[in-house]
């Protein structure tokens, strides 16, 4: 992606605040807050797309399936609220994604046994997540350029379509710090990779040398599931069928390349702000276009269907589903040992 070059002082004034920002953590100037048990945050340097919940949810489930209570704290992007909210107390969702926001919402609903907890004061959503449901490890969501948090591992993602190397700091590219700023990461991971030497080429490039762990992740589709049913079908059930998608993520190349590699006849595509806020008027004017193309299916992400689910009545006659993603690391063994080990400092 080539910079707005309008953009650019805009930049340079956003890499100062950033820089002095740091710094003021680096020396002791501000301090980090102890959530009293091991925090492991996987973010990323650039602004979004990096495919973080599959991750995540890939980390939440390691933890749980060696007996390590944990918790998801978030911001909770897009929500209507503000505060501490309790999306899932492990047992039960309780909340929307209009009150939690969608990836903490997609998590509950996807990760049995997990806490997930939004909050803007993330130190008092991982104190809540420790104090009031005993979990015994924090990830916390987005985490990396959160640092009123201590945390005991840094896991930072780059979108292997996208990566942080050839485009600019915020707003005139989409990285959000410096790339020195890399050193801070223990872990680097290659996301959404096509390509096992470009994976290779980007995490050989000298600004990861302090990072001890390395993976690569490829993300394939997984199956078809009926936002409002919950009927899931192989992924073979797209193969021909002519079906119009929809999202509002901020990576939609990804998805949109996952319904054809799935051999989906798109004809029809909309594409929404990341963490749009889905209306009844956005929804009507999908199903027409879906109807006029041919399209027999609406497809959608599972992010966009925790939102899209309440006012799936407004589709009429045509079906949702969603796509169901999974992710695959190339490096498995190595990376649940990573986990593990973070997990159980304390």
Not at 31 to 52: E, L
Not at 89 to 97: H, K, P, V
Request: charged content about 25%.
């Amino acid at each position: 992606m080539r910079p707005h070059p309008a953009l650019l002082p805009l930049s340079w004034l956003y890499g100062l605040a950033v820089t002095l920002r740091n710094a003021a953590y680096d020396t002791g100037l501000f301090s980090a807050s102890d959530a009293g048990v091991p925090v492991i945050s996987i973010g990323n340097i650039t602004a979004g797309g990096t495919g973080k919940t599959p991750v995540t949810a890939d980390a939440a489930h390691t933890l749980l399936a060696a007996g390590i209570p944990a918790a998801v704290v978030s911001r909770g992007y897009g929500r209507r609220t503000a505060g501490t909210v309790v999306v899932s107390d492990g047992r039960n969702l309780l909340a929307t994604a209009d009150e939690g926001g969608d990836e903490p919402v997609l998590l509950a609903a996807s990760v049995p046994g997990l806490v997930v907890i939004a909050d803007e004061d993330r130190v008092r959503g991982a104190r809540i997540a420790v104090e009031r449901f005993g979990v015994r490890c924090v990830l916390l969501d987005d985490g990396f350029q959160h640092r009123r948090l201590k945390r005991d591992l840094d896991i930072v993602l780059m979108n292997e379509q996208r990566p942080p190397f050839v485009t600019a700091l915020l707003p005139a590219g989409y990285r959000r710090e410096p790339l020195s700023r890399f050193a801070r990461a223990q872990a680097v991971m290659v996301t959404k990779s096509r390509s096992p030497e470009a994976a290779a080429a980007l995490l050989s490039r000298p600004e990861l040398s302090h990072a001890l762990h390395r993976f690569t992740a490829s993300y394939e589709g997984d199956g078809v599931t009926d936002i409002v049913t919950g009927e899931r079908r192989p992924l073979d059930a797209l193969r021909g069928l002519p079906v119009a998608a929809l999202c509002g993520i901020a990576e939609p190349e990804g998805f949109l390349h996952a319904l054809t590699a799935a051999g989906a006849d798109v004809t029809e595509r909309t594409v929404f702000a990341d963490h749009h806020r889905y209306t009844e008027a956005d929804v009507r004017s999908v199903r027409e276009r879906a109807e006029r193309s041919g399209a027999r299916l609406v497809m959608t992400t599972e992010k966009d269907a925790v939102k899209l689910r309440p006012l799936a009545g407004g589709f009429g006659g045509v079906p949702v589903s969603a796509l169901t993603m999974r992710v695959r690391i190339a490096e498995r063994e190595r990376w649940k040992e990573m986990l593990l080990a973070a997990a159980r400092t304390v």
